[in-house]
């Protein structure tokens, strides 16, 4: 089992809503997470950049999912559920806390807030 020593976030009793640029999985710094999760240089085990890439893909795809789905891309305990909450951190909009088990990521669609604003 992997041991992370700094950011963490209980956010599985919150729900949150996002709002993404069109261009943020170009964006992602993939190089900067697998260097700050390896441990150590000599570390056997490397961080599984592309199941992560694979999370994120299918975030930004589905728009959304559940904490609980985060998990199921890190069997080896990477702790991708962190990485994914602090990368996710710049772009929520909101938060709700909705009580035990309900963590849900929403990815905004803009194109319905661009025709909202339009009738309003």
Do not use: C
């Amino acid at each position: 089992m992997k041991i992370r020593n700094g950011f963490v976030s209980n956010s599985s009793s919150s729900s949150f809503v996002l709002l993404l640029p069109d261009n943020f999985l170009k964006g992602v710094d993939y190089d900067k997470i697998v260097k700050e999760n390896q441990f150590t240089e000599d570390d056997e085990e490397k961080f599984p950049i592309e199941k992560f890439k694979e999370l994120l893909t299918n975030f930004v795809n589905d728009g959304g999912m559940w904490d609980e789905e985060i998990h199921d891309y890190d069997p080896d305990d990477w702790e991708f559920h962190e990485i994914f909450y602090e990368l996710m951190q710049p772009y929520v909009l909101t938060s709700m806390d909705a009580g035990p088990d309900a963590g849900q990521w929403t990815v905004i669609d803009k194109n319905k807030i661009d025709e909202i604003l339009k009738k309003g």
